[in-house]
Structure formats: C-alpha cells, structure tokens
C-alpha cells in the first residue's frame, strides 16, 4: 500500500511533458510582447514619442536628420490614436517648438493633414502678429529672436499681417525664416490648439554632429 502511494505521488509531481512545456513558455513569450507593446502604445500616444527633423525649416535650432523626442504632456492629458486633448491643464507659450499636424489644403495635390510639422510658437491668442522683412512685431512691438535666421535678408514674399490670432489658435514660424513653410503662406495662417501633438524637449540623436546629443530645445 505504501509503496503504491508512494509510486502516485512521485507521478503526480513529475514535470509536465516537452511538448506541453514548450508550448507553456511560447505563451509566456507571446504575453510578455503583448503586454510590452500595449506598453509602448500608450507611452507613445499618451507621454512621450520619437520624430525626426526631415527638413532645414527649423535650422539653426533643428537640424536636418535630428532624432528628438517631444512630451504630449505639456499641455494636457491624451489617449492613444485620440486627436483632441481629454483634458488641457495648460496653454502654449510663445517660443515653444511644437510638433503638429495641419488643416489640408485643398490647393496641395497631397492630403498634408497627417504630415507631423515642427515649428516655433510665435503668436497665442490675442495676439497681434506682422512680419516686414527680417523684423517680426508682436503687439507692434519689435522682438529680438537669437533663435532666428533670415538667410536672404528676409524674403518679401513671407511679409505677413498685421493679422490677431484668433481664440483657440496659433500662429507659428520656422526658424529658418527664409526658408520655411509656415503659417505666413497657409491658407488658414492660424493653426487650431488641438492639432498639437506635443512640445519639443530635446535632441536624443544626431546624425550631423554627436554633441549635439542632450541639447535642449528652446
């Protein structure tokens, strides 16, 4: 008697058979990856994400090939693959560089309304805004901008205004004045707040020069 319990129990705890171990620990795997690319889902659509700089429209401050990250916490709360804000704590500042998607325009031949834009907040709500040349005015008075380049001494052709963005609206430029599309030859200068998808915060790679990397943008 005891040795046939004794022969129960020693089957009872043996290890399951290879094929069903093997399986075991696939799911395990598989659940690990699901449970990490939920993970990176909502870190990317709700706290942080990547973009690379594809064009020179924000040089000095950007340059061609800069990878940075930018927080989509700096002015409210979102959801993944969500558009709007679920709830905004705070509001754009003059100065900030912002990543954006903008409004279509039906005179492109391409839908540019997904294209992710890199440009400097230059004008909030309530704010009278004029170009002349290589002088910006806000509320008529002349501003001082280090950050600005204008390579041709200010092209004529990106005079603006005087214009007031209007409630809920932005206007912006890049800072490679003479060579950026920006919102002095939109259709619509003015860009809706809830097209924001974050701030820029820094440079984490870069493939023009590696000191670069860990620069902060202002």
Known sequence: MNS???????????????TLKAW?????????????????????GTLIEAFKIPSGSMIPTL?????????KLSYGIRLP??????????????????VFTR?????????????????RVIG??????????NRLYVNKVLQ???YARWENGGDPLGNFGPKVVPEGHLLLL???RDHSRDSRFWQDPFLPQERLKGRALFVYWSWDQLSRIGTILR
């Not at 046939?4 to 290879?18: L, V």
């Not at 340059?63 to 927080?71: F, K, N, Q, T």
């Not at 693959?81 to 912002?98: M, N, S, T």
């Open 4 to 18: 046939a319990a004794s022969s129960e129990t020693e089957s009872s705890s043996s290890p399951p058979p290879p």
């Open 81 to 98: 693959f969500v558009e709007k804000l679920i709830f905004q704590y705070a509001e754009p500042e003059r100065g900030d560089i912002v």
């Open 63 to 71: 340059r061609i090939g800069d990878h940075i990250l930018v927080s």
């Open 174 to 176: 890049g800072d490679n």
């Open 124 to 133: 909030i709500p309530g704010d009278e805004i004029e170009v002349q040349r």
């Open 144 to 146: 001082e901008e280090p």
């Open 24 to 44: 075991q620990e696939t799911l395990s795997f598989v659940k690990t990856i699901g449970i990490l690319l939920l993970l990176a889902i909502f870190i990317r």
């Open 103 to 119: 409004v279509d325009e039906s005179r492109t031949i391409e839908d540019e309304s997904r294209d992710n834009v890199i440009k």
